[in-house]
Each structure stands twice: as structure tokens, then as C-alpha cells.
């Protein structure tokens, strides 16, 4: 079993062709199908169905895959610490953030980081808090970013604290609210809202706001990205609540803060037992020092 007749299914499993695999393995069609063949031959089981029109896993096949994924990313591992042992970051960087991170200029710590180290390929995944969270335990995931509620923690995974914010509410700039100054819960309440689904952590730390306050609200509209909560707040489909420093990046939307607002912690967190040496040097960029 080599690692390029991994790689050869791998492509196969995530484009459901041959054609597109060979294509993406820069190699031609006939050769990426013999190698899958022997590897077939040799494992005892045929690890795709093909028909003319489709390309599918077989069950063998999908056994198999979890267990090649691993060993090809063992294999990158390997050979990114022994480049780092001779002063080189080499490999990849999976990169996972919350769509209104604000604590950390993303795109321009990714500048600094291509720059000091081109030969790492990096990733980048928008997700919820709590499935980053996993992802980073689980290995899938190098460094991500999280905004929780003040009650919470990350867990089973290192972390740095990195900046707290209070939300504020965002509304219509025609709204009658749109003017004042400062609101309360309490005149919140009344409003249609737009959130993120019920029991992500950036819906969690509001419900909880208002349930401490003895407040039921509506949240007519559940989105799964911070700028559709915009298109909807701005024709005055509902209101929201979003972090004060993300916010301003909002468009044709009115924003005004709010007395007794919930507060949230955005985070840095990172795998301890299983981390990169680009994962390292790019907590390094951030000015994490990971073994402190």
C-alpha cells in the first residue's frame, strides 16, 4: 500500500470521478485508475462502484477512507517535523474562525504568516463555536477562533483568552429605535429578531440575556452567517444582536447599544497534544506563545 494510491482515493471519494481525480492528481486517467485497481487487489475488496454515469463508494470504500485520510495526514505530519527540525515550517495550516470574529485581523495575520512561510498551504473553515471547538479536539482543524458566552469555556483544548465585548442592537435605519441612544431587553423584547440557530454558542449567550431578565422574544429567522442578518435587519424584517466591535462592518443597518446587554469572550484556541509547527508559528504571529 503506497500514499499516493491514498491521495488516488481520496480524489476519487471527493470528486465521485476519475476523470476530475486524475485531473486534480496531475496525472492521466489510465495510471490513477491502475493504481486504485492494484490497491484494490491487494486490500481483497473493490473500494468503488462505476458505472458510465457515477462514481460512488462501495462500503469497503467507505470503511477504508477514514483510516487512509489518517495516514495520509500522519505522512504530512511526519515530513513537516522533520523540515521543522532543520529550521523550516512546512505542511498545512487549517485555520477555523466564527463569522463575526473582531478580536484578531484574520486576513492580515495570514499575510504575515504567507509571507514568513510560503510552503505551507492553509485552509481556512467559517463554523459555529461549538463545532470549531470539536474539530480543534479532534484533530481536523490546527488554530480557531470562537466567541462564547461569558458563562462558558472552550474544553478539551488549550486556549488564550483574547478580548471581551458587550453586543449591541441592530436595527433598520428607519426604525422607530433607530434614534435613541440607549434601549433596554426590555423594549427588545417586543421585536422580531433574526439569530443564529438555537444552540450555537453566538444564539446562547442572547437567550440567556433574556431569560435572565425574565423576557421571552421571537427569533422569527435563523441564519447561519452574520452579513444575511444584515439583508435581513435592513429592509426591517427584524432586529438583532451582534458583537459592538464586528458591528460597524455591517451596511444599511443602525446600530445602538443596549443598557443591560449580554456579553461575550473571543478566544484563541488550538490543540496542545497534537499541534503543528505551523500551528505554533502561527500563535506565534498572533502573540500566543503555545508552551507558556
Known sequence: ???????????????????????????????????????????????????????????????????????????????AEVAAAVGEVRGRLAVGLIPTVAAVDVPDALREFRERYPHVRIGLRVGASDDLITRVEQGGVDVAFLGLPTTAHPRGVASRELARDRL????????????????????????????????????????????AAGLDRDVAFEVTTADYIARLVA????????????????????TLEVSDAPARVEYVIWNRAART????AFLRILGVEPDA
Open 1 to 79: 500500500m503506497e500514499l499516493q494510491q491514498l491521495r488516488y482515493v481520496l480524489a476519487v471519494a471527493e470528486t465521485n470521478s476519475f476523470t476530475r481525480a486524475a485531473e486534480r492528481c496531475l496525472v492521466v486517467q489510465s495510471a490513477l485508475s491502475h493504481q486504485i485497481a492494484r490497491l484494490e487487489r491487494e486490500l481483497g475488496a473493490r473500494l468503488f462502484d462505476r458505472t458510465s454515469r457515477r462514481v460512488r463508494l462501495t462500503p469497503a470504500g467507505a470503511a477504508f477512507l477514514p483510516a487512509a485520510r489518517q495516514c495520509l495526514e500522519a505522512a504530512e505530519r511526519a515530513a
Open 235 to 254: 429592509p426591517g424584517l427584524a432586529v438583532a444582536m451582534m458583537p459592538s466591535a464586528y458591528a460597524p462592518q455591517l451596511s444599511g443597518v443602525a
Open 168 to 211: 449591541v442592537a441592530v436595527v433598520a435605519p428607519d426604525h422607530p429605535l433607530a434614534a435613541e441612544p440607549v434601549v433596554e431587553l426590555r423594549r427588545l423584547a417586543a421585536e422580531t429578531f433574526v439569530d443564529m440557530p438555537a444552540g450555537t454558542a453566538a444564539r446562547l449567550q442572547t437567550d440567556q440575556a433574556f431569560a
Open 277 to 280: 509547527p505551523a500551528a505554533s
